[in-house]
Structures are given as C-alpha cells and as structure tokens.
Nanobody, 122 residues
Framework: QVQLAESGGGLVQAGGSLRLSCTVSERAFSNYWMGWLRQAPGKEREFVASINESGSGTFYGDSVKGRFTISRDNAKNTVYLQMNSVKPEDTAVYYC???????????????WGQGTQVTVSS
C-alpha cells in the first residue's frame, strides 16, 4: 500500500511563505511524477504544480506561477512545495499525488495523500 503523507500546512499571513512536504512510502518514488493539487471550500480541485521523475521538469498552474516552486529529493522520497507571496485565495487543502505521467486532473493520479490545510489571512 503506497502512502503519501503531507505536512507543513498551517496559518500564514498574506505575503508570507510556507513550505509543504510530502513523504512517500513507495520505494520506486523516483520513477513517478509528483504533483500538488488543492481544493478550496466550495470550489473545484485545482492543479498547482507537477515535477517529473528526475526533477528536471516542472509545470505550474497559472494562478501560482512565479510564486510557488515544486522540488523533490529522491534520496528522501519527498516532494516539496515552496509557497511565497501567498494570497488569501491560496487558502485550500493541499494534496500531493503521484503518477507515471504528467497529469492536471486529480482523478487521473494513481495515488494521493490525505491533504494538509493552508489558511492565508489577509
């Protein structure tokens, strides 16, 4: 059973920074794309960012480009999301997910975590 465990969520003021982490139990972690997606109350799930197996390729949703950075450490089976210049509209539950390819839709991922809440105060 593959397990993904997110951490690092919490309350942050607008303009501040937060770093999310997601540790994966899968030994073949380095063979998977990793993604971050989010869901705000009453809204559809939204693609945030994705990173390829080696970390050489990254993709971002339009709403976070230039502010968020996805990275990974294959030796630690961990993917990160550095969130800078956060805005109240970034408030959401953030999920990490893994798949064999680039996906933008939450339902297309093979595995995902339980999520971590991020709340941005104005």
């Amino acid at each position: 059973q593959v397990q993904l465990a997110e951490s690092g969520g919490g309350l942050v003021q607008a303009g501040g920074s937060l770093r999310l982490s997601c540790t994966v139990s899968e030994r073949a972690f380095s063979n998977y794309w990793m993604g971050w997606l989010r869901q705000a109350p009453g809204k559809e799930r939204e693609f945030v960012a994705s990173i390829n197996e080696s970390g050489s390729g990254t993709f971002y949703g339009d709403s976070v480009k230039g502010r968020f950075t996805i990275s990974r450490d294959n030796a630690k089976n961990t993917v990160y999301l550095q969130m800078n210049s956060v805005k109240p509209e970034d408030t959401a539950v953030y999920y990490c997910a893994m798949d064999r390819t680039l996906d933008y839709d939450f339902d297309d991922y093979d595995y995902w975590g339980q999520g971590t809440q991020v709340t941005v105060s104005s």
